[in-house]
């Protein structure tokens, strides 16, 4: 273990269902990752109509560079993602999970895939607490339609305004 600030970080190790691939070869770690002991993630949509320019990405974001270095996969289909979530479940104790997605041009700023997605994942394995995040939709009856599909948090992504991001 490590000692930081008084406090014991202990590695953790490689999760079994990483090992595992998808009927047509995709590995799981492709799809998603374990994020600490028991929290899977993964990112529905990995491009954003935000990231190309830095006056409108978001500062903290990422969404492309695992992408274009081969980590990940552009698209998760909801069948990918409910087969990688109940083998995390099964073989690595995961509780929840959590979905993000880059934004879209669409009304819905992606939630439509992402509320297919959770359905999936909620279908094949209805213990799994989901938590989404994603920007607010233009249409503001997407988000209901998450929490519809079983997602039981909902964080919602901002970006600066232009010329705010040195703030």
């Known amino acids: 273990g490590v000692v930081v600030e008084d406090a014991m970080l202990e ?5 079994a ?17 374990l994020h600490g002991t ?3 993630a993964t990112t529905v949509v990995q491009t954003c109509i935000r990231y190309t320019s830095e006056s409108t990405r978001c500062r903290f974001c990422t969404i492309e560079e695992s992408l274009r270095a081969g980590a990940t996969t552009q698209v998760k289909f909801p069948d990918q993602l409910a087969e990688v979530a109940d083998a995390a479940v099964r073989l690595d104790g995961v ?15 992606g939630a439509k895939h992402l509320a297919r997605c959770v359905r999936a994942v909620k279908e094949r394995v209805p213990g799994i607490r989901i938590q989404v995040q994603i920007e607010p939709p233009l249409d503001l009856s997407y988000i209901a339609s998450l929490r519809d599909a079983g997602a039981e948090a909902i964080g919602i992504t901002i970006s600066p305004p232009q010329g705010e991001r040195g703030r």
């Open 95 to 109: 509780e929840h999970m959590v979905m993000t997605t880059g934004t879209s041009n669409g009304r819905d700023r």
């Open 11 to 15: 590695p953790i190790d490689r999760p």
């Open 17 to 33: 269902f990483y090992d595992l691939t998808t009927d047509d070869g995709i590995p799981y770690e492709k799809l998603a990752r």
């Open 38 to 40: 028991n929290v899977l």
